[in-house]
Nanobody, 120 residues
Framework: QVQLQESGPGLVKPSQTLTLTCTVSGESITADYYYWSWIRQPPGKGLEWIGYTAYNGNTYYNPSLMSHTSISRDTFKNQFTLQLSSVTPEDTAVYYC????????????WGQGTQVTVSS
């Protein structure tokens, strides 16, 4: 059974860097051909894909967010991490990590999500 669990601060001040970690169990993040994504949902809005780290270490970001987004991974801990710099209140959202396999239309496993509020 694959499980994903987000962790990180629930409150971040404007202009700071938000760091969230997704810990994966039941599957290696280096296993072919999975993509490990970060997705968020601001209050009252739809889901927004942020970016992914792939099984081979490649990363790809939503062009609208890539200027202040970074996704890294720790293969020994089987974790991947989101860093969002210079946050504003518009970055307030529930943040999810999720898995998708090459060619699939949908994410097959999701974390439960973690609320992040950007406020002074």
């Amino acid at each position: 059974q694959v499980q994903l669990q987000e962790s990180g601060p629930g409150l971040v001040k404007p202009s700071q860097t938000l760091t969230l970690t997704c810990t994966v169990s039941g599957e290696s993040i280096t296993a072919d051909y999975y993509y490990w994504s970060w997705i968020r949902q601001p209050p009252g809005k739809g889901l927004e894909w942020i970016g992914y780290t792939a099984y081979n270490g490649n990363t790809y970001y939503n062009p609208s967010l890539m200027s202040h987004t970074s996704i890294s991974r720790d293969t020994f801990k089987n974790q991947f991490t989101l860093q969002l710099s210079s946050v504003t209140p518009e970055d307030t959202a529930v943040y999810y990590c999720a898995r998708k396999i090459t060619g699939a239309f949908h994410f097959d496993y999701w974390g439960q999500g973690t609320q992040v509020t950007v406020s002074s």
